[in-house]
């Protein structure tokens, strides 16, 4: 969930209409073993994220009401910080079907203004993430480490192919460690 912007795309109308197979997710995810920082490491391009971003990290924290505070940074291509709050709410019990909004706050209750973020794949020590939308437009790889193994990537990268995903123009996220030493607030 790397959305540099404050508006969440609307998406979800598409996927009905396109008549996709389901998007398959993780049976249940531990939301509390899930927050903290993750580092993307790849992802499909889209419009609401600049392509030249690197250093590409979010940071989950639970906030009193049970939605999930996002913290989204990057580094722009001329080396300033960009960063997008946002929040996240689970659409069911298994808590990997999420929708997420970088709206204003008091703008957060609009209709159809929320981006779906739906965990399709977690290892058992929640170090590595395949996030997704079921109109397969929307797809990130992401790792607690800014690094994550070549094989473990493409682990990855193949059960998104499985799920109908086309990786054609995947783009892989660098990260220099200029963004990730300095701390969050």
């Not at 109908?164 to 892989?172: Q, R, S, Y």
Request: overall charge negative; glycine content about 6%; some cysteine.
């Amino acid at each position: 969930m790397t959305m540099h912007v404050q508006h969440a795309p609307l998406h979800c109308a598409e996927a009905t209409m396109s008549r996709l197979p389901y998007l398959i997710t993780v049976p249940s995810l531990d939301l509390n073993r899930y927050l903290g920082t993750w580092y993307e490491i790849a992802r499909l391009p889209i419009r609401f994220e600049d392509a030249d971003c690197t250093d590409v990290s979010a940071h989950y924290s639970l906030q009193d009401d049970g939605t999930v505070r996002v913290q989204n940074r990057c580094l722009t291509a001329e080396g300033a910080l960009e960063e997008a709050i946002g929040e996240a709410r689970a659409i069911d019990d298994s808590n990997a079907r999420l929708e997420v909004t970088f709206l204003p706050e008091g703008l957060r209750w609009i209709p159809f203004t929320k981006g779906d973020y739906w965990v399709m794949r977690i290892d058992a020590h929640y170090t590595a993430a395949l996030v997704g939308g079921p109109d397969r437009k929307y797809l990130w790889l992401l790792a607690r480490l800014p690094q994550l193994d070549e094989n473990i990537t493409q682990a990855y990268l193949a059960h998104a192919r499985e799920q109908g995903f086309d990786l054609a123009p995947l783009i892989h996220t660098p990260h220099t460690g200029r963004l990730t030493e300095r701390p969050l607030p």
